[in-house]
């Protein structure tokens, strides 16, 4: 079963997506949520660098939100930094860029998504082990193969890291698809 057919049906009132055209946004039927081994089926990821666990709800093209929870056994504590472990502003980066392209990807992009962009990025506080990390990613603007999204990574509430984030689908740069 794909990732499409375990979404909810429309309830009254909402459109369907428009045929072959899953996820167009405004007419993408909500995801309520994704395991770990779903998102797999979405994202080409895997461990070390898939830092998603969970993922829901989702209006594809639109908005996402994701957790993940941080581990003191993940690699990059081994350096970062001996003593007083921190969570690298780079792995939050690819953290919010992953969830925004579930959200890209559940709306018609292909499976492979690239970080094109990182604009107005700014840590506010640090992500340390034990930490359980709320995402969201909500599209600003984007056409002709690109998306960009504007995120945030947030701990008990407070925010940890926000920015915009621009990614691109290379198979739409190659034909004419839209996304």
Same mark, same amino acid.
């Given at each position: 079963?794909?990732?499409?057919? /375990?979404?909810?049906?429309?309830?009254?009132?909402?459109?369907?997506?428009?045929?072959?055209?899953?996820?167009?946004?405004?007419?993408?039927?909500?995801?309520?949520?994704?395991?770990?081994?779903?998102?797999?089926?979405?994202?080409?990821?895997?461990?070390?660098? %898939? %830092? %998603?666990?969970?993922?829901?709800?989702?209006?594809?093209?639109?908005?996402?939100?994701?957790?993940? @929870? $941080?581990?003191?056994?993940?690699?990059?504590?081994? =350096?970062?930094?001996? =003593?007083?472990?921190?969570?690298?502003?780079?792995?939050? &980066?690819?953290?919010?860029? /992953?969830?925004?392209? &579930?959200?890209?990807? %559940?709306?018609?992009?292909?499976?492979?998504?690239?970080?094109?962009?990182?604009?107005?990025?700014?840590?506010?506080?640090?992500?340390?082990?034990?930490?359980? $990390?709320?995402?969201?990613?909500?599209?600003?603007?984007?056409?002709?193969?690109?998306?960009?999204?504007?995120?945030?990574?947030?701990?008990? =509430? /407070?925010?940890?890291?926000?920015? @915009?984030?621009?990614?691109?689908?290379?198979?739409? /740069?190659?034909?004419?698809?839209?996304?």
């Amino acid at each position: 079963m794909t990732i499409a057919e /375990q979404a909810p049906a429309p309830t009254s009132g909402e459109e369907e997506a428009a045929p072959g055209k899953p996820g167009v946004p405004g007419k993408a039927e909500p995801v309520a949520g994704l395991t770990h081994d779903q998102v797999r089926q979405v994202l080409p990821h895997r461990w070390p660098m %898939l %830092l %998603l666990d969970r993922v829901g709800p989702v209006v594809p093209g639109v908005k996402g939100t994701a957790t993940k @929870n $941080v581990a003191g056994t993940e690699l990059w504590f081994q =350096g970062h930094f001996p =003593g007083e472990a921190v969570l690298p502003g780079v792995v939050i &980066v690819e953290a919010m860029a /992953q969830l925004s392209g &579930v959200v890209f990807a %559940l709306a018609g992009a292909s499976e492979i998504s690239y970080l094109a962009g990182v604009r107005s990025m700014r840590f506010r506080r640090p992500i340390v082990p034990g930490d359980q $990390v709320t995402l969201t990613a909500e599209r600003t603007a984007g056409g002709g193969g690109f998306a960009e999204f504007r995120v945030a990574a947030r701990v008990e =509430g /407070q925010v940890a890291a926000e920015g @915009n984030l621009t990614i691109a689908d290379p198979a739409s /740069q190659r034909s004419s698809r839209k996304v």
